[in-house]
Structures are given as structure tokens and as C-alpha cells.
């Protein structure tokens, strides 16, 4: 029996779901990732890399810590692997740093939190600046202390002409929250239903502009997203390690680098 050619929905495959992200228009202040050479021995750059820091408390009750001291030694690990990003040319970078789920725990460590993101934001700003970084927040910025959202501010400012490495800090972050102030803010400009789609969503999203995760990396051994990007990590690669964030060096980085140049990625094809 003769078959026509197949129907297809308009939409698939969504442009979301692109195997490479388009190139940079500039609106994001960074270039897109290098390619590999074949004759360097590099691997593949990701054009994005999104890291669940995980293990900080356990890092400090392994060494008889307080759980603050965990989170001090954190945050000494995320200088390490930001150098590191920008030597290997990755154009986005995204630390899960706070949950809103967070907010459950005791009120000496959220505080404390929060004293460790204004100390390292006043500390770095002007080094980041220097490498070409450019900050940018994920999260609920109005429900932070004011003293919080100061420091922020100003180091968003600072930043700005960044080109050489978007750094998106989730502080106060969670998934699900994403997509529920991505359709209030289409409603509030008045979207159409009929012209909600997959593209409408992720232009309302606090990654507007930015290339999916490629890869979403994850320390300290569980196995899960935990209301981490879960739009659009649709097609990331997932790599989980066991080493704890405070140990997860240049070194481990590569590692999982490594382990995603070895995936080929298909994206349903």
C-alpha cells in the first residue's frame, strides 16, 4: 500500500531541542564554545556547564567541622573551577548555590549563607571582572535580605561588559519556581494562549538567551536533579561523581569534561 509522506506537529522538533546551540548574537556577553582539534588532544568544550555543588556539610562532619566551615570550603572550590572554565574556554557557566528548599534549614546556616555570598561577591568582583566574567542570577531576588541583594546588585554592575564566561549564580533558586514566574510573566504581558509554546516559555525563563546545559554535573554522589534546571536540562548529559565539592578540583573538572566528549548526543534522531 502506498504511504504519503508522514505528518508531522509544526513544532518538532522544537528549536529548544537544537543539537548546538545558535551562535551568539551578543546578548548574553559570551562567545559560543570552541571546537575540538584533532591535532591538540583537547576535548570538546561544552558551550554550557551547570554544577549541583553538593557535599559541603558532609566535607565538614567528615573532618569533625562545623557545617559553616563545610560552605567557607566551598566556596574556595568555586575559584578554582571558575579559573579553571575560563581557561578551558567555557563560554556559560551555572553553580546551584541556593535553593528555595533551603530556606528549611536552621537559621545560623541560612544566615551564615548568605554572609558567605556577600564576602565572596565583595571579594571577587573586581578578579571576575579581570577574567572577563560576567555575573548573572537565577532566583527570587526580591526575597533575599536587603543587605544580600545590594551586594548582587552591584556586583552585576560591575560585570556587566564581561565577555569572556557567564557565571550564573542559583541563589534562591528552584525549577519548578522558574516555570511558574515564566507563565506569570506571559500572562502579564498578555500572551495568547494560542501562542504559548515551547519558545515562548523558554524566552520567559531567567535563562532567556543562554544555550541549554550541556552537561549538568553533580558532586557528591547522589543521582538526581533536585529542582535543578529541570527545563532545560531536557537534553543535558548527567555526570555524578562522588567526590565531595570542596575536593572537586580542576583535575576532577577535566574528568567530567572528558566523559562528556566520549557521549555521542542524538537528540531523539
Given at each position: 500500500?502506498?504511504?504519503?509522506?508522514?505528518?508531522?506537529?509544526?513544532?518538532?522538533?522544537?528549536?529548544?531541542?537544537?543539537?548546538?546551540?545558535?551562535?551568539?548574537?551578543?546578548?548574553?556577553?559570551?562567545?559560543?564554545?570552541?571546537?575540538?582539534?584533532?591535532?591538540?588532544?583537547e576535548?570538546?568544550?561544552?558551550?554550557?556547564?551547570?554544577?549541583?555543588m553538593?557535599g559541603?556539610?558532609?566535607?565538614a562532619?567528615?573532618?569533625?567541622l562545623?557545617?559553616?566551615?563545610?560552605?567557607a570550603?566551598?566556596?574556595?572550590?568555586?575559584?578554582?573551577?571558575?579559573?579553571h572554565a575560563?581557561?578551558?574556554?567555557?563560554?556559560?557557566?551555572?553553580?546551584?548555590?541556593?535553593?528555595?528548599?533551603?530556606?528549611?534549614?536552621?537559621?545560623?546556616?541560612?544566615?551564615?549563607?548568605?554572609?558567605?555570598?556577600?564576602?565572596?561577591i565583595r571579594?571577587?568582583?573586581?578578579?571576575?571582572?579581570?577574567?572577563?566574567?560576567?555575573?548573572?542570577?537565577?532566583?527570587?531576588?526580591?526575597?533575599?535580605?536587603?543587605?544580600?541583594?545590594?551586594?548582587?546588585?552591584?556586583a552585576?554592575?560591575?560585570?556587566?561588559?564581561?565577555?569572556?564566561?557567564?557565571?550564573?549564580?542559583?541563589?534562591?533558586?528552584?525549577?519548578?519556581?522558574?516555570?511558574?514566574?515564566?507563565?506569570?510573566?506571559?500572562?502579564?504581558?498578555?500572551?495568547?494562549?494560542?501562542?504559548?509554546?515551547?519558545?515562548?516559555?523558554?524566552?520567559?525563563?531567567?535563562?532567556?538567551?543562554?544555550?541549554?546545559?550541556?552537561?549538568?554535573?553533580r558532586?557528591?554522589?547522589?543521582?538526581?536533579l533536585?529542582?535543578?534546571?529541570?527545563?532545560?536540562?531536557?537534553?543535558?548529559?548527567?555526570?555524578?561523581t562522588?567526590?565531595?565539592?570542596?575536593?572537586?578540583?580542576?583535575?576532577?573538572?577535566?574528568?567530567?569534561?572528558?566523559?562528556?566528549?566520549?557521549?555521542?548526543?542524538?537528540?531523539?534522531?
Open positions: 500500500m502506498a504511504r504519503g509522506r508522514l505528518a508531522r506537529p509544526t513544532d518538532a522538533p522544537p528549536s529548544a531541542h537544537a543539537a548546538r546551540p545558535p551562535e551568539s548574537d551578543g546578548t548574553i556577553g559570551v562567545a559560543p564554545g570552541p571546537a575540538a582539534d584533532p591535532t591538540s588532544g576535548s570538546a568544550v561544552p558551550h554550557h556547564v551547570a554544577i549541583i553538593d559541603n556539610r558532609r566535607w562532619r567528615s573532618r569533625a562545623p557545617e559553616l566551615e563545610g560552605h570550603a566551598g566556596v574556595e572550590a568555586i575559584r578554582a573551577i571558575l579559573r575560563v581557561r578551558r574556554g567555557i563560554p556559560v557557566l551555572t553553580l546551584y548555590a541556593f535553593s528555595r528548599e533551603n530556606w528549611a534549614r536552621d537559621d545560623a546556616e541560612v544566615r551564615g549563607l548568605f554572609g558567605l555570598l556577600e564576602a565572596a571579594s571577587e568582583t573586581a578578579e571576575l571582572k579581570v577574567q572577563g566574567v560576567r555575573i548573572g542570577l537565577l532566583g527570587r531576588l526580591d526575597e533575599l535580605p536587603e543587605d544580600t541583594r545590594r551586594s548582587i546588585a552591584a552585576l554592575a560591575e560585570t556587566e561588559g564581561g565577555s569572556r564566561l557567564r557565571l550564573n549564580i542559583a541563589f534562591n533558586y528552584a525549577g519548578r519556581t522558574e516555570i511558574v514566574d515564566a507563565v506569570r510573566r506571559l500572562i502579564e504581558h498578555g500572551t495568547r494562549s494560542e501562542d504559548v509554546d515551547e519558545a515562548a516559555i523558554e524566552a520567559a525563563l531567567y535563562t532567556a538567551g543562554l544555550p541549554d546545559p550541556d552537561v549538568i554535573i558532586t557528591g554522589g547522589e543521582q538526581r533536585s529542582n535543578f534546571l529541570i527545563w532545560q536540562a531536557a537534553y543535558a548529559e548527567l555526570y555524578t562522588e567526590v565531595l565539592w570542596p575536593d572537586f578540583g580542576p583535575e576532577a573538572f577535566d574528568a567530567a569534561l572528558d566523559e562528556f566528549a566520549r557521549r555521542a548526543r542524538r537528540f531523539g534522531r
